[in-house]
C-alpha cells in the first residue's frame, strides 16, 4: 500500500515537472512574439537610447541595436513606403523633400553624393530619408524604381527610407487667396506645400537619430562631409555654445538641428504655413529659441546647390557663381584682405534695418576676424547698422571697413559714424555724437581721451546704386 508521505512526493515532483513546462512554453512564445527587424510604426515600442556624454565617444560614436524606437506624436499621417526602421536610434538623420521637376532630376546624383562619402562604419549610424512630395502613380513607381535600381543595399539595411504623407495633409490650395512678400499666388501655393512637406518630414524624422541634417534634392556634398559634421558639433558641446541650427549649407540645405527640437519645428511651420517662405520662418523661429544669445557658429558649408530647374515651375535657379547677377558674382572668401590686432569686440546686440541677403546676416561684421560679412541689398537713405553694447565701456578706436575683403565691391560710400554714450531702454540710441564719414568705404578713428561708448550707429546719408558689405567693425577698449 502506498504511503500518504509517498503520494505528498509524488504530487510535489509532478507540480515541479508542471511549472517547468509551463515557464518553457511562455519562453518560447516571448522569443517568437520579438520584432523582426522589418517593423512599422505601430509595431514599435518605447525607445531606450545609448548615447555618450563625453566628446571623445562621439566620433566613436556606438549604436544600441536590441532596442526599438518610440512611438511619436509627431508622426502620423506619413507612410513609410520603402525601408524599414531600424530597431536602435542612428547618430544622424539626413531628410529631403523630392518632387518632379519638368526639365531635369537630380535625385540619383544627390543620394550618390551622400551615400558614396559615406564610410561602412558610418552608414550603421546615418539614415536617409527620402520624402516624395507628389501622389502621381507613374511618378511615384518611376522615382521608387529607380531608387530600388541603384540603392538597393541602402533599403535593405534600414539606412535608406522612402516616405509619403497621406494626401489629406495639403489644403484645398484653390480656395488660398492671399498674397504675401508680392508673391505671385502660384508662388504663395508652392511655397505652402514646402512647408507642408518639411513639416511632415521634420515629424516622421524625430525619433530616428540624435540630429537631423536637411537637405535638397539636389544637392552634392563634399568628400568627408560627415567627418566635417561631427567635428563641428563636437567643437559646439565642449565649448557649451547656445545653438539652435548649424549651417552646413546655403538657404535651406545643409541645416543640422537636433532632433529633440523636430517636433515643434513642425507644429511652428505648419501654423505659419501660408505666412512666410521656410527660410524665413527659420530665422524667426531662431531668433525665439535663441533669445539674447547672439554667438554665431560657423561651420564650414559640406553642400553645394547643384540644379538649374527648380521645382517651382518654369523657375530657374542661377548659377552658383552668379545667384543674382553676373555683378553680385561674389563668393565666400576664405583669406580675408585685413585682418585685426584684435581678438574680440565688447558683448553687443547688432539691430539693422538694411535687407540681408540669403545667410551672410549682421552678426557677421562684428565677429573679429571672420571669413564671412554681412551683405545687404541696395541701401535706402536713411537705413542703419547699430551695435548695442551691453555695457557701457570707454573705447580708444573705432573701425569700419566695407566692401568685398578681396575685391573692394559693393562698399559703402555715404554714411555718417555716430557713437552714443547715454544707456538706452527703449531700443535707440540717446546722446548721439557725430564722429565722422566713410571715405572709400572706410572708417577709422582714434581717440586721444577714451570715448564712453554704448552705441555705434553707421547711418546711409545719400542715395547708392550698388548692394552693400560690411565686413569689419572694430571697437577698441
Not at 107 to 113: F, H, I, R
Not at 262 to 286: A, G, I, N, S, T
Not at 453 to 471: A, F
Amino acid at each position: 500500500m502506498i504511503s500518504k508521505q509517498n503520494i505528498k512526493v509524488s504530487l510535489v515532483i509532478l507540480l515541479f515537472v508542471y511549472i517547468c513546462i509551463q515557464l518553457f512554453i511562455v519562453q518560447v512564445k516571448n522569443y517568437k512574439s520579438k520584432p523582426s527587424q522589418m517593423i512599422s510604426y505601430d509595431q514599435v515600442s518605447e525607445s531606450i537610447t545609448t548615447f555618450p556624454n563625453s566628446m571623445t565617444a562621439l566620433s566613436s560614436w556606438t549604436t544600441t541595436r536590441n532596442v526599438s524606437l518610440q512611438q511619436s506624436k509627431c508622426n502620423g499621417s506619413v507612410n513609410l513606403i520603402r525601408g524599414h526602421l531600424r530597431q536602435y536610434q542612428g547618430f544622424l538623420t539626413i531628410g529631403l523633400c523630392t518632387v518632379p521637376r519638368s526639365k531635369a532630376t537630380y535625385l540619383k546624383d544627390t543620394l550618390t553624393s551622400l551615400i558614396h562619402h559615406m564610410t561602412n562604419e558610418q552608414k550603421e549610424k546615418i539614415v536617409i530619408i527620402v520624402f516624395l512630395g507628389f501622389h502621381n502613380e507613374s511618378d511615384v513607381d518611376a522615382t521608387v524604381h529607380m531608387i530600388e535600381y541603384n540603392f538597393n543595399d541602402s533599403l535593405s539595411t534600414g539606412g535608406l527610407q522612402i516616405i509619403q504623407p497621406a494626401e489629406s495633409v495639403y489644403p484645398d490650395f484653390s480656395k488660398m487667396t492671399k498674397q504675401t512678400f508680392k508673391d505671385s499666388m502660384k508662388r504663395v501655393h508652392w511655397r505652402t506645400k514646402q512647408n507642408i512637406d518639411f513639416a511632415y518630414l521634420f515629424g516622421y524624422s524625430e525619433k530616428l537619430s540624435k540630429y537631423y541634417m536637411h537637405v535638397e534634392d539636389d544637392v552634392d556634398a563634399t568628400p568627408k562631409y560627415l567627418n566635417i559634421i561631427t567635428d563641428s558639433l563636437i567643437k559646439e558641446e565642449k565649448a557649451k555654445h547656445h545653438w539652435f541650427v548649424l549651417d552646413f549649407g546655403e538657404g535651406f540645405i545643409g541645416k543640422l538641428f537636433r532632433s529633440s527640437d523636430l517636433c515643434m519645428m513642425k507644429d511652428y511651420l505648419l501654423l505659419f504655413q501660408d505666412q512666410k517662405p521656410c527660410d524665413l520662418l527659420l530665422e524667426d523661429l531662431k531668433q525665439i529659441q535663441l533669445h539674447n544669445f547672439k554667438k554665431v557658429s560657423k561651420v564650414k558649408k559640406v553642400f553645394k546647390h547643384r540644379g538649374k530647374y527648380s521645382s517651382l515651375e518654369g523657375k530657374i535657379v542661377p548659377d552658383e557663381k552668379a545667384k543674382v547677377t553676373s555683378k553680385k558674382s561674389l563668393s565666400i572668401t576664405t583669406e580675408p584682405l585685413y585682418v585685426s590686432n584684435l581678438t574680440s569686440n565688447p558683448p553687443a546686440i547688432i539691430e539693422t534695418t538694411f535687407k540681408t541677403f540669403s545667410n551672410f546676416t549682421p552678426e557677421y561684421a562684428y565677429e573679429i576676424n571672420s571669413t564671412l560679412f554681412f551683405w545687404a541689398k541696395v541701401p535706402k537713405v536713411g537705413e542703419y547698422y547699430r551695435v548695442k553694447l551691453q555695457s557701457r565701456v570707454l573705447c580708444s578706436r573705432i573701425a569700419i571697413r566695407t566692401g568685398a575683403p578681396k575685391t573692394g565691391t559693393d562698399r559703402l560710400e555715404n554714411a555718417e559714424i555716430v557713437i552714443s554714450y547715454e544707456p538706452t531702454n527703449d531700443g535707440t540710441c540717446k546722446g548721439k555724437k557725430s564722429v565722422g564719414t566713410l571715405s572709400h568705404g572706410k572708417f577709422e578713428q582714434t581717440f586721444v581721451q577714451p570715448q564712453a561708448l554704448k552705441c555705434l550707429e553707421i547711418i546711409m546719408t545719400k542715395k547708392q546704386n550698388d548692394w552693400l558689405i560690411i565686413s569689419q567693425i572694430e571697437i577698441e577698449t
